[in-house]
């Protein structure tokens, strides 16, 4: 079975803080993917980033930097200098490239973000 | 491009009353997926199809919800009756192939109040 855990609940920051969103993962599956997604109050989820499991490499995006750790099966998420509208709610998620959870999305419980001007 | 519509956006209803959820996904996407998310929680799929077929449903209380997606294009959740529990919000995303690099596209959701 495969799991996602987001140990924060809730964070809050003054603008222009880095913060970094935590993601512990499990699976038994070889191949997978992890995502992260971003909900702002509108509600729609919006996709950020995708990672396989064969590719341990950091990506930055502007802002955006993704720390991916196999061998303590993380997949953090760091926002510099923060700003107001990166307010939301993060949610980290794992898909399986393999038996009866093909293709499934398995969600973590989401990380509540507020940023103070 | 436009993306996954859904409707309608809120309902609210009383306890054993039915509702349906109407979803059409991005124009040529051969997957969708229904999701519910209850407050303070990440969305958990309820159902998953392939064109008109049904992949997992594993997740999908049988007594109550059932889905359909007819000529493989829109798709429409319906629960009768509806229960307290149902209160979440339900979330159609879709992908163009079952394949796990395909990320999924997300609608805005429809808020489900049953009082």
């Known amino acids: 079975a495969q799991k996602v855990t987001q140990a924060q609940t809730e964070i809050s920051v003054v603008e222009k803080e880095d913060v970094t969103l935590d993601c512990v993962y499990e699976?038994?599956?070889?191949?997978?993917?992890l995502f992260w997604y971003k909900q702002p109050p509108s509600g729609e989820l919006v996709f950020l980033i995708r990672r396989n499991s064969f590719d341990e490499q950091n990506e930055i995006s502007g802002r955006y930097s993704w720390n991916f750790q196999k061998s303590t099966s993380s997949f953090n998420f760091t926002i510099t200098a923060s700003q107001v509208v990166d307010s939301a709610v993060y949610f980290c998620?794992?898909?399986?490239?393999?038996?009866?959870?093909?293709?499934?999305?398995?969600f973590g419980q989401g990380t509540i973000l507020t940023v103070h001007p | 491009e436009a993306g996954v519509a859904q409707s309608p956006r809120y309902k609210i209803i009383e306890k054993r009353q039915s509702v349906a959820f109407w979803c059409n996904p991005i124009s040529g996407h051969a997957t969708l997926y229904w999701y519910q998310q209850i407050l303070g929680q990440g969305p958990k799929l309820l159902i998953q199809?392939?064109?008109?077929?049904?992949?997992?449903d594993s997740q999908l209380p049988k007594d109550r919800f059932s889905a359909e997606r007819l000529k493989g294009v829109d798709s429409t959740l319906k629960i009768q009756p509806a229960k307290l529990e149902d209160s979440a919000v339900y979330l159609c995303a879709s992908s163009l192939r079952l394949a796990e690099s395909y990320e999924q596209y997300f609608g805005p959701g429809t808020r489900l109040t049953v009082t």
């Open positions: 199809f392939q064109n008109n077929g049904v992949v997992d």
């Open positions: 998620a794992l898909l399986n490239a393999g038996g009866t959870s093909y293709g499934k999305l398995t």
């Open positions: 699976t038994r599956d070889t191949t997978y993917y």
